[in-house]
């Protein structure tokens, strides 16, 4: 059975830092591209950065570009976010998905705030 279980959220400040985790299992993670997206409160789900399988190529949305850096490990089965410099507007509930795989994770808050 897939599960992908996010973590790392949290309140932090403007221009405060956050590095959140995707721990997947019950797929061959190693041969999946991954994604990272969130969902703002009362906006749709957008596509926040991505990561081919072998974690070669990045690419990431323009509002984060330069302050986000995905990762992964595939020894631990793992995606990373580092987020960096973060602004209210960051604030939302992030999620990581397989890029072929139709599952969602329970997904991790984050909250900009001073």
């Known amino acids: 059975q897939v599960q992908l279980v996010e973590s790392g959220g949290g309140l932090v400040q403007p221009g405060g830092s956050l590095r959140l985790s995707c721990a997947a299992s019950g797929f061959t993670f190693s041969r999946n591209a991954m994604r990272w997206y969130r969902q703002g409160p009362g906006k749709e789900r957008e596509l926040v950065a991505s990561i081919t399988a072998a974690g070669v190529i990045t690419t990431y949305a323009d509002s984060v570009k330069g302050r986000f850096t995905i990762s992964r490990d595939n020894a631990k089965n793992t995606v990373y976010l580092q987020m960096n410099s973060l602004k209210p507007d960051d604030t939302a509930v992030y999620y990581c998905?397989?890029?072929?795989?139709?599952?969602w994770g329970q997904g991790t808050q984050v909250t900009v705030s001073s």
């Open positions: 998905k397989a890029v072929n795989l139709n599952y």
